[in-house]
């Protein structure tokens, strides 16, 4: 069952949505970065609630971290967006993973991260800069050549510190990550000799697995997705 919890983090109490798999444990875990929809909460988006119980169902402990906490509710998604940094959404990261190891259920040595959209690049920014994550796996997470805030670098100039397996889902018919976007981050994770799987589809685009938007949601690219990203967890977190 899904829970939400407040956590504070720099003084503001910070949503979060855990679930635990059924047993006593240890168990595998991911921090999962939000998508940008549930920007009004995370508690009302049922693409995320529908992430933890998935993950969950498949053995994986799971906190997903509200990253929009700093900044008013009533401002619109793009606006929200614009606002964060990422030294801050590392802060909130690394609050979700605290809240995991605290978990008696959660195998403490097998933590990894992941996101849809928004979450895919904070997902890759957040393995790039903490090397406790075993795995991390990136839904069409676009802006990969930006860097957010003053001063943050591009987040693929941060593969140096990336040193766990990947994994990439892409619609070919997305703009952002376009494929050539994807082709790049290929060619980098190649360089810097990460083991890696991408897997991209055909008449799909941005937010092909999110059943909530019917004209976005690919059910033949969904259905491979599911499979073949909960078979890239369980090889490298069980």
């Known amino acids: ?30 921090v999962i970065a939000m998508h940008l929809p549930a920007h009004m909460g995370l508690k009302e988006d049922a693409f995320t609630i529908d992430l933890c119980e998935r993950h969950a169902a498949a053995g994986f402990a799971v906190a997903v971290p509200y990253v929009f906490h700093r900044v008013p509710l009533e401002l619109d998604m793009q606006q929200k967006r614009g606002e964060l ?65 003053e001063g943050s670098p591009a987040a693929l100039e941060l593969i140096d510190g990336l040193g766990c397996p990947v994994a990439g889902f892409f619609g070919n018919d997305d703009p952002n990550p376009s494929p050539e976007d994807v082709n790049d981050t290929e060619e980098a994770l190649k360089a810097n000799g990460n083991e890696y799987e991408f897997h991209r589809y055909d008449d799909a685009g941005h937010a092909f697995m999110d059943f909530t938007r019917e004209e976005r949601f690919s059910e033949n690219a969904t259905r491979d997705a599911w499979e073949k990203s909960i078979a890239f967890l369980d090889k490298h977190l069980k």
């Open 1 to 30: 069952m899904v829970r939400q919890e407040f956590v504070e983090v720099d003084g503001n109490q910070m949503e979060m949505l855990v679930a635990e798999p059924e047993g006593v444990g240890p168990h595998p875990a991911v």
């Open 85 to 149: 940094h990422d030294d801050l959404l590392m802060v909130d990261l690394s609050a979700a993973y605290a809240h995991l190891e605290a978990l008696e259920s959660v195998d403490n040595g097998r933590i990894g991260v992941l996101g849809h959209c928004l979450g895919g690049r904070i997902a890759w920014v957040a393995a790039c800069r903490d090397s406790r994550y075993k795995v991390m796996l990136d839904f069409w997470g676009g802006n990969i050549k930006d860097g957010w805030g």
